[in-house]
């Protein structure tokens, strides 16, 4: 599957961010993005506002949950609370088998906020990493007790492009 495939009519890819201004993203950040995230970049960078409600953010305005949307972090992290956590065998089942109830609180400060949809967010966790460099995305949404998980942000643009469009663009 190409990134062309993930852009119905109505949700117009923008034009290739830079290799410069991916490279700014990861020095304004201080990490490496994860390759397929990277790549995307590279082909599109971002689709919508960052105001809308179904979009994906342009290198210039992605950046990390706890300074984009404190509020979010605050409200589910208050002073005196225990962060929810989960075992491995619990928390590492991606797919049809997950519940979505099995997160890790404890990471929602350290993610990276690179979309909007369904009323909720679309985010990477640098905190789980594959050996090839991919970050664990999350979708995570106030209609959820937890957040769908994926391995890879590949991985969630192609379920979210089944659920939306019924793999068709």
């Known amino acids: 599957m190409t990134w062309s495939t993930f852009f119905p009519e109505k949700f117009p890819p923008r ?3 830079t290799e410069a201004d991916v490279r700014a ?4 950040l201080d990490v490496e993005l994860p390759p397929s995230y990277r790549r995307f970049l590279l082909f599109a960078d971002g689709y919508g506002d960052p ?3 179904h979009c994906l953010r342009s290198a210039a305005t992605v950046g990390w949950l706890r300074d984009l949307e404190s509020w979010f972090v605050d409200y589910c992290l208050p002073e005196d609370h225990t962060p ?6 619990l928390y590492f089942v ?3 088998g997950q519940d979505c109830i099995h997160i ?5 400060p350290d993610l990276l906020l690179v979309g909007h949809w369904d009323d909720g967010w679309v985010l990477l966790n640098p905190r789980v990493r594959t050996a090839e460099g991919e ?3 999350w979708f995570h949404a106030p209609w959820l007790p937890g957040a769908n998980r994926y391995r890879t942000f590949l991985d969630l643009m192609e379920d979210e492009h089944r659920r939306a469009w019924g793999g068709v663009a």
Not at 104 to 108: D, F, K, M, S
């Open 15 to 17: 034009p290739p961010a």
């Open 25 to 28: 993203l990861e020095a304004r």
């Open 51 to 53: 105001d809308d409600e």
């Open 84 to 89: 929810r956590s989960v075992p491995d065998e």
């Open 94 to 96: 991606y797919g049809e």
């Open 104 to 108: 890790r609180e404890e990471y929602l």
């Open 135 to 137: 970050w664990e995305a």
